[in-house]
C-alpha cells in the first residue's frame, strides 16, 4: 500500500468490510503457512560450505554466542520473524512464541501492526509480546509505506527495540486487492530513518535483495537490513493457493537468502545485514553467519513447529538449533559470531553461477 493510499484509509477508517477482510487474510496467511511444504523450494544453502580443519584449538565453554546489532547485544545471534497479530489465533501465536523467545535470549518481531493502526480493539493482540518479553528485545514491524507518525505510534505500542519496515511488493501485486502503486516508497523511508526513535530494519518478507538496492538503501541512511529471501515461506504461493489459483508467475521470483548475502559482500562494512528466509538447520544458519549476517530470523518453520507440537515442541526445537550451532561453531574453531563472520566458504552450484554473473567474488 503506497503513502498515499494508506493516508486515505486512516483518514477515512476502513469499513467493515475491509477489516474483515484483513481478518479472513491473516487466518489464510497462517493457515497456508503452516501448510507450506518448504522442501518444495531448491535448498540452496547446500550450494555454500564449510572447509573442514582438523585442528579448532578452541574449548566448547569458551563460545559466545552473542551478537550486536545496532548498539545493542543480543544474547544469540537467532531471533523469531515477523508474522502476525490483529485476530485471536494471532495472539495465541504471538504469546506462545513470546515465551519460548523470552526463555532462550531471542529477540521476537510482531506481525505488520497496519491491523491496529486501523482498529486499537486488537492491541493486545501484539502488545502480549512485549509483556511477555519484558525487557527483552521486540522489533515492531510495519510497511515502508506507512507515515512516519503511524509508523512511530506502532513502535510506541509495544515500546519496540527496533522498527521493521517490510518491501512486500510481489506480494501485493499477487493480491487482487493488493496495491498496485509503488511510488514514494523510498522517500517515505528516508522520512522514518529521519526521525526514528529507534534503529530501522528495513526487510524483504521472502524474496530476496540485490547490490543495486543495498546501494540505494546505503545512500538513504539504511544502517540494518533483513534479507529475507527466497527458499522458505513463499508469499507467491500463498496468495495464489488462497485464490485457489494454478500458479502465480511469482512464485520462483528472486534471490535466494545465500544469493542475496553474496549480493551484499560489498555492503558488509556499512551495513548490518540480517538473514532470513528457509532458513531450516543450525548448519544453515552458521553458514548464513559466516556469509556476513549478524543474526539470523526464522518465521514460517516456527509456525509448522506449533502446529504441530506446541509450545513445548519450539522451544526443544530451539534448544535444539542453539546446541546444534555451538557444535558448528566448536568444528570449525569460531569462538564468537564475528569469528564465524570471517570463516572461509565454498560456494558452489546455481549460487556460484549467480555470483559468477553478476561479478561477486
Ligand atoms: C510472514 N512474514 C511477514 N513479514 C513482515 O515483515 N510482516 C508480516 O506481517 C509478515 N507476516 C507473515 C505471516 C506469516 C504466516 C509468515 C510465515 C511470514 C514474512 C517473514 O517475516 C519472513 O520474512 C519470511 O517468511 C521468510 O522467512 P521464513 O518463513 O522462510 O523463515
Same mark, same amino acid.
Given at each position: 500500500m503506497t503513502r498515499d493510499n494508506y493516508q486515505n484509509e486512516v483518514n477515512e477508517g476502513q469499513s467493515d468490510s475491509e477489516l474483515r477482510l484483513r481478518k479472513t487474510r491473516k487466518a489464510h496467511h497462517i493457515d497456508l503457512a503452516v501448510q507450506y511444504n518448504e522442501q518444495s523450494q531448491t535448498d540452496a544453502w547446500k550450494d555454500i560450505r564449510f572447509v573442514h580443519h582438523s585442528l579448532p584449538e578452541l574449548n566448547e565453554q569458551d563460545i559466545d554466542l552473542t551478537t550486536r546489532v545496532a548498539d545493542h547485544t543480543w544474547s544469540v545471534p537467532l531471533y523469531i520473524n515477523a508474522m502476525t497479530g490483529g485476530i485471536d489465533e494471532a495472539k495465541v501465536i504471538n504469546q506462545n512464541l513470546a515465551e519460548v523467545a523470552r526463555k532462550h535470549g531471542l529477540a521476537i518481531a510482531v506481525g505488520s501492526q497496519s491491523a491496529a493502526l486501523a482498529d486499537t480493539k486488537v492491541v493486545d493482540t501484539y502488545r502480549i509480546v512485549r509483556e511477555i518479553m519484558q525487557d527483552g528485545l521486540v522489533l515492531a514491524n510495519v510497511s515502508g509505506a506507512v507515515p512516519a507518525n503511524e509508523a512511530f505510534r506502532a513502535v510506541e505500542m509495544i515500546q519496540a527495540d527496533y522498527l521493521q519496515l !517490510?518491501?512486500?511488493?510481489?506480494?501485493?501485486? *499477487? /493480491?487482487?486487492?493488493? &496495491?498496485?502503486n509503488f511510488k514514494g516508497v523510498r522517500a517515505n523511508i528516508i522520512e522514518i530513518l529521519n526521525d526514528s526513535p529507534v534503529p530501522v530494519i528495513v526487510k524483504e518478507v521472502g524474496f530476496?535483495?540485490? /547490490?543495486?538496492?543495498? =546501494?540505494?538503501?546505503? @545512500? @538513504?541512511?539504511? #544502517?540494518v537490513i533483513d534479507v529475507s529471501g527466497?527458499?522458505?515461506t513463499n508469499f507467491a504461493w500463498i496468495e495464489s493457493r488462497r485464490r485457489k489459483?494454478?500458479?502465480?508467475?511469482?512464485? &520462483?521470483?528472486?534471490q535466494t537468502t545465500p544469493i542475496?548475502?553474496?549480493?551484499?559482500?560489498?555492503? /558488509?562494512?556499512?551495513?548490518?545485514?540480517? @538473514?532470513?528466509?528457509?532458513?531450516?538447520? =543450525?548448519? &544453515? /544458519? +552458521? #553458514? +548464513?553467519? =559466516?556469509?556476513? +549476517? !549478524? =543474526?539470523?530470523? *526464522?518465521?514460517g518453520a516456527v509456525l509448522r513447529v506449533f502446529y504441530k507440537g506446541g509450545k513445548q515442541a519450539v522451544s526443544d526445537t530451539i534448544g535444539t538449533w542453539l546446541h546444534d550451532l555451538r557444535s558448528v561453531m566448536l568444528a570449525l574453531g569460531a569462538q564468537s559470531v564475528d569469528d564465524l563472520r570471517t570463516m572461509p566458504i565454498v560456494v558452489t552450484g546455481d549460487s556460484q553461477d549467480w555470483a559468477g554473473a553478476r561479478g561477486i567474488n
Open positions: !517490510h518491501l512486500n511488493f510481489p506480494q501485493e501485486i *499477487v /493480491m487482487p486487492e493488493g &496495491d498496485r530476496g535483495m540485490s /547490490m543495486e538496492l543495498y =546501494a540505494e538503501l546505503a @545512500a @538513504a541512511g539504511v #544502517k527466497r527458499g522458505g489459483d494454478q500458479r502465480s508467475v511469482f512464485e &520462483d521470483w528472486g542475496s548475502l553474496l549480493e551484499a559482500q560489498r555492503f /558488509m562494512n556499512s551495513i548490518e545485514f540480517l @538473514a532470513s528466509g528457509g532458513i531450516r538447520t =543450525a548448519l &544453515d /544458519m +552458521a #553458514k +548464513a553467519l =559466516a556469509l556476513g +549476517a !549478524h =543474526a539470523v530470523g *526464522v518465521a
